[in-house]
Structures are given as structure tokens and as C-alpha cells.
């Protein structure tokens, strides 16, 4: 998947880069790095797929992580 396929995939689907990596447990930095040049991991790009296909299978947002150190 490229950077440009993986940003229609967010659209697509109404995800923010934000929204993803809440969703799927990842920093923002790591999403924003999908949408520029950086290999989107294989499982990332099925779990999308799965999403554009079955909606429902969205989660909703999952509650914030504590921050380090706090």
C-alpha cells in the first residue's frame, strides 16, 4: 500500500490520522509516517480492508493511554 493509497483509505472510511492511531494503539507520529513514505505494515493495510468492507468492525475510540511517568 502506498502513502497515497493509505490517505484514501482514511478518507474513505472518515478516519483521521489521529483517530486511527487510537483505534489501533499506535503514537500519531507512526500514522503520520504511513501517510508520507514510510512501508505501511502489511497487517495495518488488511485490517483496512476489513473496515472499508465490514464498517461495523470499527471500534470506537478506545479510552486515552496514560502518559508516561504520570
Partial sequence: MTARQFR???R???LSQNGLARRIR???R???HWTKDSPV???V???LAAWARYPDLIPPFP?????RGH
Fill in 26 to 28: 499506535v503514537h500519531a
Fill in 63 to 67: 479510552p486515552r493511554l496514560p502518559q
Fill in 12 to 14: 474513505r472510511l472518515g
Fill in 30 to 32: 507512526t500514522v503520520r
Fill in 41 to 43: 505494515p502489511g497487517a
Fill in 8 to 10: 484514501a483509505a482514511l
Fill in 45 to 47: 493495510e488488511l485490517l
